[in-house]
């Protein structure tokens, strides 16, 4: 049959019903409103819990800015989320930053900042990418330096820092809920909910393209 593996009815012929039902639920809550980027981290294990949170909040894409190695999610930890994602890799944060801001994004940097928002603060009016940085020395001069706005976690114990993939976890669980509860058009549009939901398909039944 020409074209039959482009074809969405017929991809979905070939799947079961639970996971025609699993993939429609998860593109309505899918969005590209709401992006992380994360640069040079060294620790692999929590840069794939990272992975796998944005997948759990429905975020599509991850920026990976990787100069010295390239990035790969350990099963293990992100639970195959990066089969559902679309990872988007870097070598430079100026690559990174500059792609971002041309697709319409306001570079947010996750770290203290006398000029920063809490957390429950940052404005939720614009497509927002969040940039999180490695496990010991924090974002690039680079980043600060291009950043649009800053945004901390309240904290309030003596350790002075969370881990990035326990910040990741809990900035998108609080921006995602607001954003939910916005009239924000934060979905997908339509021709990005079939592109998606074809690719799905085509990676279940491992046809490759």
């Not at 293990?76 to 792609?99: P, V």
């Amino acid at each position: 049959m020409a074209g039959a593996t482009d074809d969405i009815s017929y991809l979905e012929s070939l799947v079961s019903e639970n996971k025609r039902d699993l993939i429609k639920k998860a593109l309505e809550y899918r969005t590209r409103y709401l992006t992380v980027a994360v640069e040079n981290s060294t620790n692999p294990h929590n840069a794939s819990a990272v992975v796998r949170s944005c997948d759990i909040f429905g975020v599509q894409d991850m920026h990976v800015i990787q100069s010295n190695e390239a990035f790969s999610a350990l099963n293990t930890i992100a639970k195959g989320a990066s089969k559902w994602m679309n990872l988007h890799r870097y070598e430079t944060t100026q690559s990174c930053i500059k792609q971002l801001k041309k697709d319409g994004y306001r570079i947010v940097a996750t770290t203290p900042h006398e000029r920063g928002y809490t957390l429950s603060e940052l404005p939720i009016n614009q497509k927002t990418a969040l940039f999180f940085g490695t496990e010991i020395t924090g974002l690039s001069d680079e980043v600060i330096e291009l950043a649009d706005d800053f945004v901390t976690i309240p904290m309030f114990g003596f350790t002075e820092s969370f881990n990035i993939s326990v910040s990741a976890a809990i900035c998108l669980y609080d921006l995602i809920t607001r954003i939910h509860a916005s009239d924000i058009a934060w979905q997908l549009t339509d021709a990005q909910k079939e592109t998606l939901q074809r690719e799905w398909l085509q990676r279940i039944l491992h046809i490759k393209k």
